[in-house]
Protein backbone atom coordinates (compact mmCIF):
# COMPACT_ATOMS: atom_id res chain seq x y z
CA UNK A 1 0.00 0.00 0.00
CA UNK A 2 1.40 3.68 -0.60
CA UNK A 3 0.42 6.70 1.08
CA UNK A 4 0.61 10.08 -0.05
CA UNK A 5 0.12 13.07 1.79
CA UNK A 6 -0.49 16.75 0.39
CA UNK A 7 0.79 20.31 2.12
CA UNK A 8 1.81 23.96 1.84
CA UNK A 9 -1.81 24.81 0.56
CA UNK A 10 -3.28 28.04 1.99
CA UNK A 11 -5.03 31.42 0.99
CA UNK A 12 -2.52 33.62 -1.04
CA UNK A 13 -3.44 36.99 -2.91
CA UNK A 14 -3.59 37.10 -7.18
CA UNK A 15 -0.34 37.10 -8.43
CA UNK A 16 1.37 35.07 -5.63
CA UNK A 17 3.07 31.65 -4.80
CA UNK A 18 2.75 28.90 -3.23
CA UNK A 19 4.84 25.60 -3.17
CA UNK A 20 2.56 22.53 -2.50
CA UNK A 21 4.32 19.30 -1.48
CA UNK A 22 3.58 15.27 -1.70
CA UNK A 23 5.53 12.92 1.01
CA UNK A 24 5.21 9.61 -0.76
CA UNK A 25 5.54 6.53 2.00
CA UNK A 26 4.88 2.70 1.52
CA UNK A 27 6.86 1.88 -1.40
CA UNK A 28 9.94 2.58 -3.81
CA UNK A 29 9.04 6.21 -5.17
CA UNK A 30 11.27 6.30 -7.83
CA UNK A 31 8.77 3.62 -8.92
CA UNK A 32 6.49 5.63 -9.69
CA UNK A 33 5.26 8.86 -12.21
CA UNK A 34 3.75 11.67 -10.29
CA UNK A 35 0.91 13.55 -11.49
CA UNK A 36 -0.63 16.38 -9.95
CA UNK A 37 -4.42 17.07 -10.40
CA UNK A 38 -6.58 19.63 -9.00
CA UNK A 39 -10.80 20.33 -7.91
CA UNK A 40 -12.50 22.93 -8.21
CA UNK A 41 -15.87 23.77 -6.21
CA UNK A 42 -18.42 22.26 -8.48
CA UNK A 43 -15.86 21.40 -11.05
CA UNK A 44 -14.66 17.60 -12.44
CA UNK A 45 -11.14 16.88 -11.30
CA UNK A 46 -8.22 18.39 -13.51
CA UNK A 47 -5.13 16.78 -14.30
CA UNK A 48 -2.38 19.44 -13.54
CA UNK A 49 0.98 18.07 -14.54
CA UNK A 50 3.07 14.96 -13.89
CA UNK A 51 6.55 14.00 -13.60
CA UNK A 52 8.27 11.16 -14.65
CA UNK A 53 9.68 8.43 -12.47
CA UNK A 54 13.37 9.81 -12.70
CA UNK A 55 12.14 13.40 -12.91
CA UNK A 56 13.73 13.91 -16.37
CA UNK A 57 10.19 14.23 -18.12
CA UNK A 58 7.32 16.63 -16.75
CA UNK A 59 4.59 17.68 -18.50
CA UNK A 60 1.65 20.39 -18.04
CA UNK A 61 -2.13 21.51 -18.79
CA UNK A 62 -2.51 24.30 -21.02
CA UNK A 63 -3.90 26.04 -18.23
CA UNK A 64 -1.05 26.01 -16.28
CA UNK A 65 1.89 25.68 -18.78
CA UNK A 66 4.49 28.73 -17.77
CA UNK A 67 3.36 29.34 -14.35
CA UNK A 68 3.57 26.00 -12.25
CA UNK A 69 6.74 23.92 -11.90
CA UNK A 70 6.99 20.16 -11.06
CA UNK A 71 9.74 18.35 -9.64
CA UNK A 72 10.76 15.61 -7.24
CA UNK A 73 13.27 14.15 -4.91
CA UNK A 74 13.41 10.38 -5.03
CA UNK A 75 15.95 10.46 -1.96
CA UNK A 76 13.40 12.28 0.28
CA UNK A 77 10.53 10.27 -1.72
CA UNK A 78 8.82 14.20 -2.34
CA UNK A 79 7.46 15.80 -4.84
CA UNK A 80 6.84 19.27 -5.59
CA UNK A 81 4.51 22.02 -7.12
CA UNK A 82 5.83 25.47 -7.56
CA UNK A 83 2.84 28.00 -8.38
CA UNK A 84 3.81 31.36 -9.68
CA UNK A 85 1.69 33.84 -10.90
CA UNK A 86 -1.57 32.35 -8.98
CA UNK A 87 -4.84 33.39 -10.34
CA UNK A 88 -8.54 32.97 -8.57
CA UNK A 89 -9.27 30.36 -11.09
CA UNK A 90 -6.75 28.34 -9.66
CA UNK A 91 -8.89 28.30 -6.69
CA UNK A 92 -9.47 24.57 -5.82
CA UNK A 93 -8.65 20.93 -3.70
CA UNK A 94 -4.85 19.93 -4.80
CA UNK A 95 -4.28 16.36 -5.31
CA UNK A 96 -0.95 13.76 -6.14
CA UNK A 97 -1.31 10.24 -7.53
CA UNK A 98 1.18 8.07 -8.52
CA UNK A 99 1.23 5.86 -11.27
CA UNK A 100 3.25 2.45 -11.69
CA UNK A 101 2.57 1.56 -15.20
CA UNK A 102 5.24 3.09 -17.52
CA UNK A 103 3.67 5.59 -19.53
CA UNK A 104 4.89 5.24 -23.12
CA UNK A 105 4.34 9.00 -24.38
CA UNK A 106 4.64 11.37 -21.36
CA UNK A 107 4.36 14.88 -23.57
CA UNK A 108 0.75 13.14 -24.55
CA UNK A 109 0.15 11.53 -21.29
CA UNK A 110 -2.91 13.63 -18.98
CA UNK A 111 -3.04 11.39 -16.05
CA UNK A 112 -4.78 8.25 -16.79
CA UNK A 113 -3.85 5.31 -14.95
CA UNK A 114 -2.99 6.41 -11.53
CA UNK A 115 -2.93 3.82 -8.69
CA UNK A 116 -2.61 5.81 -5.55
CA UNK A 117 -3.69 9.28 -4.31
CA UNK A 118 -3.76 11.66 -1.21
CA UNK A 119 -6.32 13.72 0.28
CA UNK A 120 -5.80 16.61 -0.84
CA UNK A 121 -5.03 20.56 -0.02
CA UNK A 122 -6.89 22.97 -0.50
CA UNK A 123 -5.20 26.74 -2.22
CA UNK A 124 -7.54 29.39 -2.52
CA UNK A 125 -6.45 32.53 -4.57
CA UNK A 126 -7.97 35.77 -3.42
CA UNK A 127 -8.17 38.59 -6.10
Known amino acids: QVQLEESGGGLVQAGGSLMLSCVVS????????MGWFRQAPGKEREFVGG????????TYADSVKGRFTISRDNAKTTAYLQMNGLKPEDTAVYSC????????????????????WGKGTLVTVSS
Open 26 to 33: GRTFSNYA
Open 97 to 116: AVRSEIISSFKTWYGSGMDY
Open 51 to 58: ISRGGTST
